[in-house]
């Protein structure tokens, strides 16, 4: 006798190879709503390295030039970095479009980025032996001034 549900195991196969190839497709290619954590994370930690890199350099301008021997220094930065990706603008329709420069890399495309822009001094903070005196003030913010193209009532310098 002859199964009336032959056809089924038939279909079953093709339900189960269409189904692991979805399977497949879908773990190969998932879509990411959340952000790349890992880019973040990377970005937080190069200002972090940008920002305690600069605090050293001012604590040592500060001992060299002006003599003092206990300093520390606090930064505060503007924003994040900026990123500048090589483009081709175009101007001739009046609309001003540009058109980014993509290569292929393992995750697709990826835009060519030509520089980073660091973020801003927005404003320093000086503890230092002395830092009192006026004379004091008055050397560290001229030279911190200068030094950072910061303007001087950003930078406060104290005991």
């Keep these: 006798m002859k199964n009336p549900f032959g056809f089924l195991k038939e279909k079953k196969w093709i339900i189960i190879v269409a189904g692991a190839a979805l ?3 879908l773990i190969a290619y998932r879509p990411s709503s959340a952000p790349d954590t890992a880019a ?8 972090s390295f940008y920002t305690e890199t600069l605090e050293e350099r001012i604590e040592d301008l500060c001992r060299s030039s002006v ?3 206990d300093v520390s220094v606090l930064l505060t930065l503007d924003s994040g970095s900026e990123y500048v990706y090589a483009a ?4 001739n329709d009046g609309t001003g479009t540009r058109e980014y420069l993509i290569v292929s890399g393992e995750d697709g495309g990826e835009p060519v980025r030509v520089t ?3 973020p801003k001094v927005r404003g320093v903070a000086v503890v230092c032996t002395n830092g009192d005196r006026a004379e004091i003030k008055e050397k560290i913010t001229a030279l911190l001034s200068a030094a950072l193209g910061v303007p001087s009532n950003r930078i406060r ?3």
Excluded: A, P, R, W
């Excluded at 973040?40 to 200002?47: T, V």
């Excluded at 081709?88 to 101007?91: D, I, K, R, V």
């Design 67 to 69: 003599g003092i021997e």
């Design 23 to 25: 399977g497949v497709f």
């Design 40 to 47: 973040q994370e990377d970005g937080f930690e190069k200002i």
């Design 157 to 159: 310098v104290s005991s």
């Design 88 to 91: 081709n603008t175009s101007e």
């Design 116 to 118: 980073e822009i660091y």
